[in-house]
């Protein structure tokens, strides 16, 4: 059971490592025996400050880089490629969103929004394919994971036209990448998380409507590192091995039951 959920020897890559859920999966990984994460953020401070801590349980690189622009995405690969032959797991996860009225939304933040969070998805996985057809076999395919969002499923209560759409896209990228690259032994999923403590949703654990927020969620409660970091864990293990093309809800029931009986739950 160990053998089945440990990543021992795996190098992998974190995309907004820095913070919130990415700094979450990168210290699972470590945990689980990663031999090497690499984090990435815009922020160099932030950057080399989230690899240190995370340090205290395994091989902890930082490469600041902002993959929102292909000269972060070419950064970070290259960053990869001087000290990996192979590369095991990509989790793209990264992201930016934006609030505003329908009317007033600032068109050049919703290019934005689908800039960081659906074409560097897709260019990070192209740029870094090199090294993770090099680490795939049949009996352990090398792993991509696509941070989504339950915004992508549900409707969203709040503003973020951009961010929803690109979440959205994210899931069906996430199914036409594992078609694309499943003779190639790379297997890509994506998890699609619910409200965790994030500086994205930071309004929410701030609100004086945290306990209604709450209350919204089947389960009664935010996400932790271990819900969060446990998938991404067993998506990356022998246990997740013939998994691919799948959106995983990390959610609390939340847009996977029926929200007219969520109250009774």
Not at 47 to 60: K, P
């Amino acid at each position: 059971m160990t053998d089945l959920f440990s990543i021992a020897g795996k190098a992998a890559v974190v995309t907004g490592g820095s913070r919130g859920i990415g700094f979450m999966i990168a210290g699972e990984f470590l945990k689980a025996g990663a031999r090497r994460v690499y984090i990435c953020a815009r922020r160099a401070e932030a950057c080399d400050a989230a690899a240190a801590e995370l340090s205290q349980f395994g091989d902890c690189v930082s490469v600041p880089a902002d993959v929102g622009d292909p000269e972060g995405v070419e950064k970070l690969a290259r960053a990869v490629e001087d000290r990996e032959e192979r590369l095991e797991i990509l989790v793209n996860n990264a992201g930016t969103a934006w609030g505003a009225p329908l009317d007033t939304h600032p068109i050049e933040q919703f290019d934005r929004v689908l800039q960081v969070n659906v074409r560097a998805v897709f260019h990070m996985t192209q740029r870094l394919l090199p090294l993770l057809r090099a680490a795939a076999s049949e009996a352990d395919p090398a792993r991509v994971i696509n941070i989504g969002s339950i915004d992508g499923i549900a409707i969203p209560m709040t503003e973020n036209y951009g961010y929803s759409a690109s979440k959205a896209a994210v899931h069906m990228l996430t199914r036409h990448l594992a078609f694309a690259l499943v003779k190639d032994h790379v297997n890509v999923n994506a998890i699609a998380p619910g409200l965790f403590p994030s500086r994205m949703t930071r309004w929410a654990f701030e609100s004086s409507e945290l306990s209604a927020v709450l209350d919204a969620i089947p389960m009664h409660r935010a996400g932790t590192a271990e819900d969060i970091g446990g998938t991404a864990v067993y998506l990356s293990a022998r246990a997740g091995a013939y998994l691919t093309g799948v959106v995983i809800p990390v959610s609390g029931g939340l847009a996977t039951i029926d929200s007219a009986h969520s109250a009774d739950l």
